[in-house]
């Protein structure tokens, strides 16, 4: 079955970077789109950044020049390098399909300081 586990999360104060990992199974990785999605307490999931079959890339605009998207086909990973990182940043990041956006995974942690 489907299975996507995200690591890599942590406290980082502000200004920091990280680096995430998705590692997907269950799914023909290669032909997929993939993206990164984030969600805050009491926020609605969002959407930050999406790779698809090809390496080309979009990123929402509060992200767009700071974080990095990136795939290994023959990993079945998907990486988003974290850069300058803001408090405003601070979420649960999961990684999913956008042309499905099911299976969640339990995301992983990022916390900022100010």
């Known amino acids: 079955q489907v299975q996507l586990v995200e690591s890599g999360g942590g406290l980082v104060q502000a200004g920091g970077s990280l680096r995430l990992s998705c590692v997907a199974s269950?799914?023909?990785?290669?032909?997929?789109?993939m993206g990164w999605y984030r969600q805050a307490p009491g926020k609605q999931r969002e959407r930050v950044a999406v790779i698809d079959n090809s390496g080309n890339t979009d990123y929402a605009d509060s992200v767009k020049g700071r974080f990095t998207i990136s795939r290994d086909n023959a990993k079945k990973t998907v990486f988003l390098q974290m850069n300058s990182l803001k408090p405003e940043d601070s979420a649960v990041y999961y990684c999913?399909?956008?042309?499905?956006?099911?299976?969640w995974g339990r995301g992983t942690q990022v916390t900022v300081s100010s």
């Open positions: 269950g799914i023909i990785f290669r032909l997929e789109a």
């Open positions: 999913n399909r956008p042309a499905v956006e099911n299976h």
